[in-house]
C-alpha cells in the first residue's frame, strides 16, 4: 500500500531534550516535506527536499533540522525543542512539485513540548 | 510574500443546500492552485490542482473554479459526508515552497 508514515504518532517531552519524527514512504517519490497545523494558523511549511542530500528552508524552519540521506526518509529533527514547537506535524511526499502532482500526506505526529 | 485566505472560517449547512468556500490568494507567478480536504485527527487528502485562470475541475459534488486573485470550491447538494475542513494551497513560480491558507471548516447536518 503507498503511504507515508511517520513515527511517533503522540510524544510528550520536556524543553531542551533533543527528539526527532520519522517520516516514510514507500512511493519512491523525489519531493518531500515537513509541515505544523497550529489553530487558526493553517499548515505552515518548516522544511522541504526536491531530492537526496538537497534541502530548502520553508515559511518557519527556525528551531528544527533536516537531513535527507536515502530517497525514502526524511525526519525532523529538533535539537532543543520548546514549549512554542508544541504543535500537530504532518510529513508529505510527491513527484516533483510542478503542477498535477498531488501531495501525500502521512497521519500526523501530535508534540507536546513541557 | 505569497499569502493565502480562506472564508467563511465555519459554514454550517444543512444536507442539499448548496453553498462555495473562497480561496484568495496573492502571489508572484502561480505554477499552481490546490484543495486539500482534511478529516478530524488526520493528514490532507488531495482534491484538484488548478494552473491557470478559467480552469474548473470536478470531483462528485464538488467543483472547483479559478480566476487570477481567488478560487472556489462549489459544494453541490452536500451530504453528511462531505463535513471536513477544506483547505486551498498555492504554489509560486520563485520556489517550490507551498502555502496553506488557515482552512474552512464544514459541517453538513443531515
Known amino acids: 500500500e503507498a503511504q507515508v508514515t511517520q513515527n511517533p504518532r503522540y510524544l510528550i517531552t520536556v524543553t531542551g531534550k533533543k527528539l526527532t519524527v520519522t517520516c516514510s514512504q514507500n512511493?519512491?517519490?523525489?519531493?518531500m516535506s515537513w509541515y505544523r497545523q497550529d489553530p487558526g494558523l493553517g499548515l505552515r511549511q518548516i522544511y522541504y527536499?526536491?531530492?537526496?542530500?538537497?534541502?530548502d528552508k520553508g515559511d518557519v524552519p527556525e528551531g528544527y533540522k533536516v537531513s535527507r540521506k536515502e530517497k525514502r526518509n526524511f525526519p525532523l529533527i529538533l535539537e532543543s525543542p520548546s514549549p512554542n514547537q508544541t504543535s500537530l506535524y504532518f510529513c508529505?511526499?510527491?513527484?516533483?512539485?510542478?503542477?498535477?502532482?498531488?501531495?501525500?500526506f502521512g497521519p500526523g505526529t501530535r508534540l507536546t513540548v513541557l | 510574500e505569497d499569502q493565502v485566505t480562506q472564508s467563511p472560517e465555519a459554514l454550517r449547512l444543512q444536507e442539499g443546500e448548496s453553498s462555495s468556500l473562497n480561496c484568495s490568494y496573492t502571489?508572484?507567478?502561480?505554477?499552481?492552485l490546490f484543495w486539500y480536504r482534511q478529516d478530524p485527527g488526520k493528514g490532507p487528502e488531495f482534491l484538484f490542482t488548478?494552473?491557470?485562470a478559467g480552469e474548473e475541475k470536478e470531483k462528485e459534488r464538488l467543483k472547483a473554479t479559478l480566476t487570477k486573485k481567488e478560487s472556489f470550491l462549489h459544494i453541490t447538494a452536500p451530504k453528511p459526508e462531505d463535513s471536513a475542513t477544506y483547505l486551498c494551497?498555492?504554489?509560486?513560480?520563485?520556489?517550490?515552497?507551498?502555502?496553506f491558507g488557515s482552512g474552512t471548516r464544514l459541517l453538513v447536518r443531515p
Open positions: 508529505a511526499s510527491s513527484l516533483p512539485p510542478t503542477p498535477g502532482n498531488e501531495q501525500f
Open positions: 512511493m519512491n517519490h523525489e519531493y
Open positions: 527536499s526536491m531530492n537526496v542530500e538537497v534541502t
Open positions: 502571489v508572484s507567478g502561480l505554477r499552481g
Open positions: 488548478l494552473y491557470s
Open positions: 494551497a498555492v504554489q509560486g513560480d520563485s520556489s517550490y515552497k507551498l502555502i
